[in-house]
């Protein structure tokens, strides 16, 4: 086995008022790394093979919504398959690929899997695994349409694999709230609890959905997820930290009031979806407890931002609803 | 085993043009049939016992939706239970009843199963089943909100539940497809399949949901539904008439063109919802291939509707889109 | 001074399970009362001079919404004036009359108050007084707009003239709770209260908004109001009752979860817009008892329906939400 | 030639308010004449051959919208071809069919000419002329979509065709004025003028449209027209009469403020879209002045409805805006 | 009493085409001036105490919409508290502080008062008073929900205080006018007059709210207010200006036609709600004529701006509608 | 004759994956070249007296959209008069100038021919011509409202005028589709046929509407559009290529799927309406078959853009939907 690659990294800021800090050289990935891209963003990394690998969004210059494979060395540079994935598939009904979207990428046992956001008479969670991030296999839908942000546990719960997913609707859904499932086989899904909602009066009113893989601490899972605010003149999505219980995650521990990260830079503000930051993947240093969080910024590239993994629990812990 | 009570029945008029007709008594159920009923319909009855039982939409004179059992001799006339079910259920989570309406009832191998759409953080389908009509055991909600209209079949396909479903949004939805979906275990679900959408510029433009238990014949299974279109002063709802494939549901074979049944009388077009027939339930009589209809009208009261077995196949085959 | 005359009244029919009963000659008033008159509802009466007088809502065929003024010998068989009140008022900036609808009218000490939604930059609540229905003298508007349903105390709290209304916005408010003001000279208002509001789930999930002048009784004050349930194909108006705090009405005693009176016959569920009753005066005798209720029926005629005070004062008191 | 046949009539009721009485044993067309007719309305008629012919709107039970002919011996009972007109057209982007309704129909000159509703890339005026009322030849649309009620004057102004139609949207537009329109071979259109809008505050604040086409009289041109009003619970449809200048049609001499038909009866307040009564066609009978006026009602039957000429337009001359 | 501090300033830009030229250094208060705050706008200064106190809008990192006091020396530079103003209350009905933002400051007589958005059940106007910027003494809400924009006149009008506000619905009112409203005793209210309202195919055709405090001139109170246009993408916030009576301030003497500040820099663009320039308080130097306006950027930070009182009133009376 | 002056022109950066440049001193015209202009876009050029002439949306501070005259040597500096165009036109009907905006001009024969979205009871297309760029002699509007985006062909076709526009509605459109039409005089038009619509998942999905002048090639009309996409932040306005058949210009010959120019650009991304580009302009050196290109950026300055003929017309064929 390859010694894994050190996680990307950069120290705090001196001066730091928050729990979350953004890479200086962001974005990390630029819009149009690929020659045929608008626009790379809320994609999902993994440590492989020595390295990093990824599964990323990328909207071509038709705005078709399509997933790449992706490498780098260090987790910084990223080199993309300019070609989008084509699942392996052999119920024709699945195969016909109509659009994917915001990808989560975890390693469960000894296989890799991916969700994302899967067209088939509507959005639903999509779910494939690989092993060499060469191939790609499909296997059923999760759930009927109409859901969005389908996260896989890093583990099976009681034996079960275990999902978070947000119900939709069709279009720019102006609700939504983050539900848990099982399944005993990857096929069929059930045991649907409630998770967490909007919050009136605040960053996350409208809508919140999951983020990155949760990473299990011995507090909790800690859970990254993405909340939405409807302005006048839209929506501004920013991300939240919350704890869920280890053995039944549908249980909220802890979930922290404020956002620990919001749309402040020009690249998060401007762009095709103006006042995003949507993560979607992070790599942990168990030794260090350091994080790197990926998302995307703006629906045109995707950010790299640092964090602790002791101080994301403790703000979830220190700053209740 | 007690003798069948006959279906109720009434002859067709002498001339007709459409192959379902009403009864003439309309409404079977008035709206206050129970002392505090607000309304009565979209609800779901089943041989039983030597006579007919059921389980029956209650709105009460708060408007809150609740299901309640009911039995009857022949069909035509009804007792209903003014207590409304409670479901036997250990998981607290489920066991708080929120609101309950449209349902359906299907006997499968030796059990009662009902489906209804359950509120559990938004409508979704609940699952339960009786062997009495008095004690009804909760099982897990099929699917993630948003859901409606839960639609079992009366025996397993390939070994396993079937059921249609029409997914939804949280509030009026403008929009709706019928899917198919399976279980091993009713439990868990997955495989799911698209059945059926609206079609443009006719009376089901909007949403399409299923209607009562789909019925097997040599042709296919014999499905009822209901379509919406949107006038310029709201839904209408009228019903239509498909086959689907006997192995393979999700395949539609036949699918006419016309409505069946359209909101035509007063107590169809005048009540608290205007202009809707909502089928939801039928009896078969298999000797002369009679079908009483149960329906929804303007969400107020439930109609009674008879037609051939054979006259609905045909028209399906014989008037395509 | 006049004997007061009976109120109208009709015993209830036999069989009865709710609180309130339909006169059995409905519309009272219909809508082609006056040669000119598209519609006559939501509507005020009071004892007067031997008899009974009243402002009327009355859409003329332009659909221009204007007061009439009505006298009735028995409460049944009215009179209305074919000419549009004119309010008699000094400063030009008021006397402008643009639209006014849905008028109350109160006798406070010695005078008969009528408020009504008055067109001014939008609705608000227009206030005038008069001692013999025949001038009308202007007083300012009581708020901002948009305000509609503002609906006075018959009596001053803690010396001062009590108002409930309902805030809206420039439409078809989708939204709406009732809140209580204070005034020490029917000019300026303040001390403003929220006193109820929509309750999810229910007949009066959209909004609620005052009725009939309030009635004091020893269990405190009896309030009709009118809540809308949102249906697929629009708004459903229906009466609810509460009881308020003798001394401090903005504290709601009692409020009961079911609605007393909800649109049932053809008169109220078919008509200009469909599916509304609108409670907006009620004539009380003391010695009995007795309530006789005006109501809009589809905001098209004037329906008249019957009570016992008592009745609704325990029907408030034990079917609490 | 042959004799005409007298226009259909009822002489007025006794007491009368209004300009416009209604034939007593309406609806003249009910919704299932044909033994595939959903709904007949909308439709237009004109004296032909010694008798009555005209071109009807069948809303099939597909709700399809189609054209049928149909003629009648007295304009009370009508017999209607069971297929649908097929339009003789070379050009195949014109010729497919896609749905065609609220025709009118008009004689100028030797020709009867059909304008309707016409499906091309969404609503817009189909044009067609027929000597026969067997074969009609269909021509260029007349105008760019969106655009509904197209109405032809029955002779050319300054040498050349003339017609009103009402601009739109692609659904059920919230607004609509109409305007006038030339052109010199019924194949290019131009010199657009704008005619009259919506009246804030009345029955027609939404917006309004052409009906019947319109009647020249020494006062002007007597235009029927339907104009809109938004209730809380959708569109509510009434008749308005306005007097056009005989040489500058889009110059209006004459609109009464009052609507001079709004639905009161169960036929035209109940059904397919209720509250609608929409007047699509005149018989003039010059000897008497006596006017027999088609209209849809509810858009499901057919109604009828009896004026005098002269007192429509005084009227619209007596009851200014 | 100590001498009053200069008011900020910067001198105009040599060439100039405009009566308001932005401060060099803008924005002067960052978003994250304190050290919890995810924005910073929207407030309101006043002279104080030898320097410059105010009331701050400053939203957290929960998006909490709060108050905070604070001071300055120069105008340029502010310290502000990190608590948030917790106003002394007796009422408990009143004294739960739901949320408050875009308040007002000023001094009447010898005392300052605050006015700004309050949460009672939907925004209304909250009043509260200081001597001392420490304590802020809480009065009852000026008016019924739903309401903003409470400005009050720096001195009595006929000896009451006079407020203009500008009612609104409970969301992103997409509608707006500026009113007029007195008051004998700051408790209650009336007297209410229409001021101005938006001005179609301009830049304030959806809606118009009050700015800073009137200023007193010899030529009529100087009104900086905000007007918004809908783009397709949003709502554009800019300044206009206007003069109002000296003494019945309802009646508009002069308004002018163009806006008198636009968002055009990054800071006014880009942010929580890009597109924003919300005036919300001027200091005035008599001596010189100087204005220094501060206003919200985007809803995100304070801008600083500079004019002189003579051009605005000639802008004002030289650009009419 | 004066030779005409080269176009615009920068080479092409020398790593290069689009079809299409920007010209590296953007903002060409900056949104206050006027001293009294908002902004300054969607305008259009031609050459004209051995330099370049044009018409010009100015939007000036009150935001009245009007049209202004311009001049430059060299196509990249303008001078513009500071005056609106007045046109010259006989008819008082037409000659009120309501607004204009997103002009195009083209030499037809010996006349320049300007068409425009103008205000005449809503957005239609207005027609004028002119010689000189002083007098402007107006014409009958094109068609009837409400449409936006009329564009000339410079030749007739068969004969007659030809025009392509985009029929709308009354506000945002959130529809459109491009038509073809044409006229023997620029007085009538007619034979509308429909050229291309909105394609799903793509970046026009909402809306498609002309943009510059067709250029005619041997591969056909080579037309660049705009297409609209709808976020959940509003619409983001690309760039998009297709060929038309020369002979009959309503046939496709060939579309890009992908779009040939988006938002990417500060001054693209952040303005008055941000992510808009909008091409109204280009011209043409057919010696190199060099294309300079001017577009609208983001509603508020004007951008200038760089290609081949053949590389677009390429990019055409080569990219099929």
């Not at 008479?121 to 389908?150: C, M």
């Not at 095709?272 to 407890?289: E, I, Y």
């Not at 703006?298 to 790299?304: E, M, P, R």
Request: glycine share 8%; aromatic share 14%.
């Amino acid at each position: 086995m390859t010694t894994p690659a050190p996680i990307p990294w950069e120290d705090p800021p001196a001066a730091r008022t928050r729990p979350i800090w953004r890479y200086s050289q962001n974005p990390v990935i630029r819009r149009d790394l690929l020659p045929t891209s608008n626009s790379i963003f809320n994609s999902a990394v993994v440590p492989f093979d020595g390295g990093f690998a990824g599964v990323f969004r990328c909207d071509d210059w038709t705005r078709r919504m399509q997933l790449h494979r992706g490498r780098s060395a260090d987790g910084f540079d990223w080199q993309l398959d300019p070609e989008p994935i084509r699942f392996a598939c052999d119920d024709p009904e699945l195969a016909t690929f109509v659009y994917g979207y915001d990808p989560r990428v975890v390693l469960i046992e000894d296989r890799f899997y991916v969700t994302w956001c899967n067209g088939y008479h509507g959005p639903t969670i999509g779910v494939a695994w690989t092993d060499d991030f060469e191939t790609f296999h499909q296997l059923e839908n999760a759930f009927l349409p109409f859901n969005r942000n389908g996260v896989l546990f890093p583990r099976k719960i009681e034996g079960r694999f275990a999902m978070l997913s947000r119900p939709s609707d069709n279009g720019h859904t102006p609700f939504g709230d983050v539900f848990y499932s099982e399944s005993p086989d990857l096929c069929y899904w059930g045991r649907h609890r409630h998770v967490l909602g909007p919050v009136p009066n605040s960053w996350q009113a409208t809508k919140v959905g999951g983020g990155p893989v949760p990473l299990e601490t011995s507090e909790g899972w800690l859970l990254l997820y993405h909340g939405v605010l409807t302005s006048c003149n839209g929506f501004v999505y920013s991300v939240g930290v919350a704890l869920l219980d280890r053995d039944e995650p549908w249980k909220v521990i802890a979930r922290a009031a404020p956002h620990v990260l919001a749309p402040e830079t020009v690249y998060e503000c401007v762009g095709d979806v103006a006042n995003v930051v949507f993560p979607s993947a992070m790599l942990h240093d168990a030794d260090t407890g350091r994080l790197a969080i990926y998302y995307g910024a703006a629906d045109t590239v995707t950010g790299l931002a640092f964090a602790y993994v002791d101080e994301l629990v403790r703000f979830a812990q220190e700053h209740p609803l």
